[in-house]
């Protein structure tokens, strides 16, 4: 690795001296982000010689059923904000309520994280992410957390997501740009290798669970129809992607180019994904980056939460093919109606 190579670390200190609304207290916290990240994966690295594999026996707080991972990792998070002081409180997949960290004034700051998104791939090795957003607190004083979740999700001030795959990569945003760095395990460092990313307008893949197609509206049938079908003056067909982990299908997305979409179906009349969590920190992400993130009707960024645990239909990637879900959605086709 070259002596100039740039770390996690100096690139936040970096965005601090170029930008005031970066406080020292967010720098520090996007760090410790990394930190966790690196804790992270190399605990799921070497879960199988742990026994941290399988199944816990429970569910968590959105009725899934819990992997061992996924108690685990929520309780190095936990562990490793709690110590920073800065962060009143965490909203997490893993917990039913707001678990509150500090009163005090100086923890400025709200976490909501999905530790280890895509659970369900442990066990087979398969990829799996973190999911994180950030927002500044409101009041500084008090331990009710609720109202302060009531934000926009524009309201952001931090947000990324890390990828455990063939290698670990972080990728996050202060609003002012999108930034990935992959950890270099020798070293213990996660280094700048995705400068200013930007997500192509247009892309040659779609993500979806398409064991749910016949349960999805008509609409979004006819989309599914019209990307399979062979024109190459469109781009198409699209081929199909499902790695069963947000974070991985939307990494490719926002590299490469196409969509990931999971509108509402029987089982979940307001979408499968959760806001907090899930939906609003990839938005804020994909957005900086100059893609799009909606429900297929409204903009998920315009959105404010209703409930720690609030369920959401997403579309999310280049934003040409979401622009094109949307008009699916809206028309029945992709013609453009006035």
């Known amino acids: 690795m070259s002596s100039s190579a740039v770390t996690l670390s100096r690139h936040i200190l970096n965005e601090e001296e170029k930008h005031s609304e970066i406080t020292v207290e967010l720098s520090k916290l996007v760090a410790q982000l990394g930190y966790a990240a690196k804790i992270l994966s190399r605990e799921i690295g070497r879960a199988a010689l742990t026994g941290n594999l399988g199944f816990a026996g429970d569910k968590n707080a959105t009725g ?115 930034h990935g760095f992959t950890l270099d395990r020798e070293l213990g460092e996660f280094v700048l290798t995705h400068e200013n990313i930007r997500c192509p307008a247009q892309g040659r893949y779609y993500s979806a669970n398409m064991s749910r197609l016949d349960e999805w509206p008509v609409q979004i049938q006819g989309l599914i129809k019209y990307l399979n079908e062979r024109d190459p003056v469109t781009k198409r067909p699209y081929s199909l992607r499902y790695a ?23 089982d979940h009349r307001n979408g499968k994904l ?5 939906c609003a920190p990839l938005a804020f992400v994909v957005e900086q980056a100059g893609g799009r993130a909606s429900t297929g009707e409204q903009r998920i960024l315009d959105l404010q939460g209703d409930s720690i645990h609030q369920r959401v239909p997403l579309v999310i990637g280049s934003a040409d093919d979401v622009e094109l879900y949307e008009r699916f959605l809206r028309n029945g086709s992709g013609i453009t109606h006035a």
């Open 64 to 178: 899934d059923t819990q992997k061992k991972l996924d108690v685990y990792t929520n309780d190095i998070v936990v562990k490793a904000f709690g110590e920073t002081k800065l962060v009143a409180g965490i909203v997490s997949e893993e917990l039913e309520e707001v678990k509150v960290l500090s009163c005090e004034s100086r923890a400025s700051y709200i976490l909501c994280i999905d530790p280890l998104d895509g659970s369900s791939n442990t066990d087979i090795n398969g990829s799996v992410g973190t999911i994180f957003g950030v927002y500044r607190r409101r009041m500084t004083n008090g331990c009710d957390l609720h109202e302060e979740l009531r934000q926009r999700a524009s309201e952001q001030v931090a947000a990324g997501y890390v990828m455990y795959g063939t290698s670990t990569v972080m990728v996050y945003t202060c609003g002012h740009g999108v």
């Open 244 to 266: 069963g982990a947000l974070v991985a299908d939307l990494h490719r997305s926002l590299m490469e180019g196409g969509l990931y979409f999971y509108p509402a179906d029987a």
């Open 274 to 278: 959760r806001f907090l969590y899930e």
